[in-house]
């Protein structure tokens, strides 16, 4: 039996990921008895369709950092308890907790004396105290640890536990999408330029829009910005914050498949100094399409794209150099062809076929000890 934990329910990279996780191994166990999820409530999100029982234990976040701090801090007590009152789970289970968020269920199978994996997806926590708590209480409970890059491994080192790499992968289903689509640099006369991501300013959000303001004069360029929040996320986050003319900003979708079918760019603008992408999820779905990217010269986005070949290295606090970069691949259709081919050939190499038979071999381990 495997207990799978995750707190925020949502369709940003981590539930995504969970969520093929469970698919792999779901195809293999034979029964879905044979798992069972324990999620945060108040958020439905691509887990709903697990195709495994779920059992929701409390969790709001606040209007507040310190309000979020206390009801995750609850949350997680609850988390405890509510394993710790279960007879569902059996002696021999694998407590698999998903992101360093869930530490209730970390302490529960670590008291409970059973194998513990984390599968690690964050390297930038904050607050620094939070960090020291969380990574703590991996270092006592944890066997076996996930990390989905190099990069990551080397960036968030979890001293005295033993630890695998298993890079991401795509859906089946999204990856027949990519590659069924065909690139096309201009649509209807448009560069289309598309972020995905949360909107938080370490995901280079404030730089989004200062690249924006910089090519206003472009009037064949157009940006997208495709957010994990909703109507309400992006009222509240662009209060305060003018929305260039140029920019059109999209709520959170189910599928984001008909945004990178007619993207001519990604981006992804993490601030290096603020927040390290471990994998890069949206940047493998922008590969799968066929579709160049312009990603940080660091952590595991710098694994997935090679500088020159599938896109562009840039530190997107250097607003020149992402200047040029833009305009390099809007002036040049023949390159962004070649570079979609490279792309192409780049998300080859992962697989769900092959994710899926690393994991099962990093359980089997972890089993084993």
Known sequence: MIVFAHLLNDYSGSPRILSLVIK???????????????????HDGCLNSAGIPIYRYWYKRGRSRLVTLVNYLASQCLLFLKLAASRRVDRDAIVYVNTLLPFGAALYGWITRRVVIYHVHEISITPRPLRWFL???????SSLNIYVSRAHSEALVIRGVPFKI????LDESMARKGTSTVY??????????????????????????????RLSAREDIRFHLL????????????????????????????DPSPFYEKASLVLNLSRPDLWVETFGLTILEALTF??????????????LVRDGIEGFLVDSRDGGALETSVLKLANDESLCRRMSFACRERADVFSEQAFGTQLREVLREAAAR
């Open 24 to 42: 792999s191994l779901r195809s293999r166990a034979g029964h879905s008895e044979a798992m069972q999820l324990f999620v945060g409530s108040g």
């Open 135 to 141: 990574v703590t209480i991996a270092r006592l409970t």
């Open 166 to 169: 298993v890079y991401n992968a």
């Open 184 to 213: 096309e640099p201009r649509r209807d006369g448009l560069f289309n330029v598309l972020m995905v991501s949360s909107l938080r300013d370490y995901k280079g959000v404030p730089e989004l829009i200062r690249l924006c303001e």
């Open 227 to 254: 957010v994990s929040e909703d109507t309400e996320g992006i009222e509240r986050y662009f209060k305060s914050v003018r929305i260039p003319k140029n920019l059109t900003v999209h709520p959170c979708v189910p």
């Open 290 to 303: 066929g579709v160049p990217a312009i990603v940080p010269p660091v952590g595991g986005p710098s694994e």
